[in-house]
């Protein structure tokens, strides 16, 4: 088994980036979870991880629109998605979202 520590930089950029593909094919196939649902869980969305793809092109010096961020993530344009997946947050989602914000 290989050691973690003897993974040269190039391979584990390859890795890392397997595992976000794999993270967003997993998300754009449960359309059933809803963003509030991932923040109230784990404290980050769909749209934070398209926000933090945009962020990861600014450092590079890519100016990246945030639509088009997000379609990268979403898989389509992200209200498209909306119109077809997102439902309403409940009492509760929000309550717990509104929560999980104050102790942040």
């Not at 190039?10 to 998300?27: G, W």
């Not at 059933?32 to 109230?40: A, E, F, P, S």
Request: aromatic share 8%.
């Amino acid at each position: 088994m290989t050691d973690l520590t003897e993974i040269d930089a190039q391979t584990q950029t390859e890795l890392e980036a397997a595992v976000f593909r794999r993270l967003v094919a997993h998300l754009r196939e449960r359309t059933d979870v809803q963003n509030i649902d991932l923040m109230n869980l784990a404290g980050f969305c769909r749209n934070c991880l398209s926000n933090w793809y945009q962020d990861a092109a600014a450092e590079k010096g890519i100016e990246i629109e945030r639509a088009a961020a997000r379609e990268r993530v979403y898989g389509m344009p992200y209200e498209t998605w909306k119109e077809r997946h997102q439902t309403p947050a409940t009492a509760d989602q929000q309550a717990a979202f509104s929560s999980s914000q104050t102790h942040g």
